[in-house]
């Protein structure tokens, strides 16, 4: 079973809107990172939040940590055509294992 | 820059053959990963290392060896190709779990 996974297969919005997609782990973990990927490229770091951090923001990128609940989230504010991506959470254990999620399509529509 | 580089980009192989993908970090850090990507499966790793001369299993090993000779080079080895094992294989080099990490272009395989 995925020790990490996002909430949706796929999201869509339009450009401009903003966007949340969720993330949920199961079981104690060092970090969690949040990732894209684009079609035909290699996942790229967004953000990285540690357990002890509730909150971090990257430009219009915002991601939430939960650890009571297991959960992240990472929303994206004021959308564009080039956020279209599949974004991952990752979640980083002491070993230095980052496991992945199964992702989450997000297409933003002009 | 910093970076992961794969090599090749492409690969096409015959079942039972031995194929070896290789991975170059220029980023100087301890860890390296190899992740393999399958539609519906995201991201699972195979086999990972803390340093030259170690490896790891990650959650996927059977079938996969490694070999990391030093700090740059981390190389993954399919000695028996199957093609089940025909998918898209990504390298990254990090320093921990809580801590940057890079991803390489991938290398795409196909095994026939």
């Known amino acids: 079973s995925q020790l990490a996974e996002e909430n949706s297969w796929a999201l869509s919005v339009h450009e401009g809107e903003s966007v949340t997609v969720n993330c949920s782990y199961k079981?104690?973990?060092?970090?969690l990172q949040w990732y894209r990927q684009k079609s035909g490229k290699g996942p790229a770091q967004l953000i990285l939040i540690r357990s002890n951090e509730r909150e971090k923001r990257n430009g219009r990128l915002r991601a939430t940590l939960d650890t009571s609940s297991q959960s992240s989230s990472l929303s994206i504010t004021a959308t564009r055509c080039e956020d279209t991506a599949v974004y991952f959470c990752?979640?980083?254990?002491?070993?230095?294992?980052?496991?992945f999620g199964q992702g989450t399509k997000l297409s933003i529509k002009p | 820059e910093a970076a992961v580089t794969q090599s090749p980009r492409n690969k096409v192989a015959v079942t039972g053959g031995k194929v070896t993908l290789s991975c170059n970090q220029t980023?100087?850090?301890?860890?390296m990963y190899w992740y393999r990507q399958d539609t519906g499966h995201g991201l699972r790793l195979i086999h990972y290392?803390?340093?030259?001369?170690?490896?790891e299993k990650g959650d996927i090993p059977d079938g996969y060896k490694a070999s990391r000779p030093s700090q740059e080079n981390f190389s993954l080895i399919l000695e028996l190709a199957t093609p089940s094992q025909t998918s898209v294989y990504f390298c990254?080099?990090?320093?921990?779990?809580?801590?940057?990490?890079?991803f390489g272009s991938g290398t795409r395989l196909l095994v026939i």
């Open positions: 990752a979640t980083g254990y002491n070993q230095g294992k980052l496991i």
């Open positions: 079981t104690s973990i060092t970090a």
């Open positions: 290392s803390y340093g030259a001369g170690s490896t």
């Open positions: 980023n100087n850090h301890n860890n």
């Open positions: 990254a080099s990090g320093q921990g779990a809580d801590s940057d990490y890079t």
